[in-house]
C-alpha cells in the first residue's frame, strides 16, 4: 500500500530533550516535507527537501533540522525542544518535476502530536 | 514567498444547500492550486485540485474555480451532506518550494 509513514504518534517530552520523529513513504517520491499544524494558524511548512541530500527552510524553520540521505526517508529533528514547539506534525510526499517545476498531489502522514513541557 | 488568505473561516450551510470557501493568493507565479479535506483527528487528504492553465474543474458535487488575473480560486460544494462537515484548506504553489495553506475553512452542515 501507498502510504507516508510517521513516527511516532504522540509524544510528550521535556524541554530541552532532543527528539526525532521519522518519515518513510514508499512512493519514490522525490519531494518530502514537513509542516505543523496549530489552531487558527494551519500548516506551516518548516523544511522541504526537493531530492537526495538537498533541503530548504520552509516558514518556520527555527528549532528545527531535517536530513535527506535517502530518497524514502526524511527525520525532523528537535535539537532543544521548548514548548512553543507543542503542535501537530504531518509529513508529506509527492513527486516533482524540476524540468518544469510541477509537483503532483501531497500524500501527508498521519501525523505526530508533539507535547514539550 | 508566497501568501494565502482564505475565508470564511468558519461556514454553517444547510444540509443540501451548497457551501462555497475562497482563497486569494499573492505570487503570479503560482500555478498549482489543491484544496484538501481533514476530518477531525486525521490528516489532510486531497479532494480536487486546478493548474493555472484550467479556468474550472468539476468532480461530482465539487468544483473549483479560478480566476488568475484577479489571483483568487474557489471551492463549491453542492447538496452538502452531514460527511461534508470538516475543515478545508486552500494552497497555492509554483512547484520549486512546495504548497502554502491558508488558515482553513470550518464547514459545519446543519441538519
Known amino acids: 500500500e501507498a502510504q507516508v509513514t510517521q513516527n511516532p504518534r504522540y509524544l510528550i517530552t521535556v524541554t530541552g530533550k532532543k527528539l526525532t520523529v521519522t518519515c518513510s513513504q514508499n512512493?519514490?517520491?522525490?519531494?518530502m516535507s514537513w509542516y505543523r499544524q496549530d489552531p487558527g494558524l494551519g500548516l506551516r511548512q518548516i523544511y522541504y527537501s526537493m531530492n537526495v541530500e538537498v533541503t530548504d527552510k520552509g516558514d518556520v524553520p527555527e528549532g528545527y533540522k531535517v536530513s535527506r540521505k535517502e530518497k524514502r526517508n526524511f527525520p525532523l529533528i528537535l535539537e532543544s525542544p521548548s514548548p512553543n514547539q507543542t503542535s501537530l506534525y504531518f509529513c508529506?510526499?509527492?513527486?516533482?518535476?524540476?524540468?518544469?517545476?510541477?509537483?503532483?498531489?501531497?500524500?501527508f502522514g498521519n501525523g505526530t502530536r508533539l507535547t514539550v513541557t | 514567498g508566497e501568501n494565502v488568505e482564505q475565508h470564511p473561516s468558519t461556514l454553517s450551510v444547510q444540509e443540501g444547500d451548497s457551501a462555497v470557501i475562497k482563497c486569494t493568493y499573492s505570487?503570479?507565479?503560482?500555478?498549482?492550486f489543491p484544496w484538501y479535506k481533514q476530518e477531525l483527528g486525521k490528516r489532510p487528504q486531497l479532494i480536487i485540485d486546478?493548474?493555472?492553465?484550467?479556468g474550472e474543474k468539476k468532480d461530482q458535487r465539487i468544483a473549483v474555480t479560478l480566476n488568475k488575473t484577479a489571483k483568487h480560486f474557489s471551492l463549491h460544494i453542492t447538496e452538502t451532506q452531514p460527511e461534508d462537515s470538516a475543515v478545508y484548506f486552500c494552497?497555492?504553489?509554483?512547484?520549486?518550494?512546495?504548497?502554502?495553506f491558508g488558515k482553513g475553512t470550518h464547514l459545519i452542515i446543519q441538519p
Open positions: 508529506a510526499s509527492s513527486f516533482y518535476s524540476p524540468w518544469v517545476g510541477d509537483n503532483s498531489p501531497l500524500h
Open positions: 505570487d503570479s507565479a503560482s500555478n498549482y
Open positions: 494552497a497555492a504553489s509554483r512547484g520549486a518550494d512546495g504548497l502554502t
Open positions: 512512493m519514490n517520491h522525490e519531494y
Open positions: 486546478i493548474r493555472s492553465n484550467v
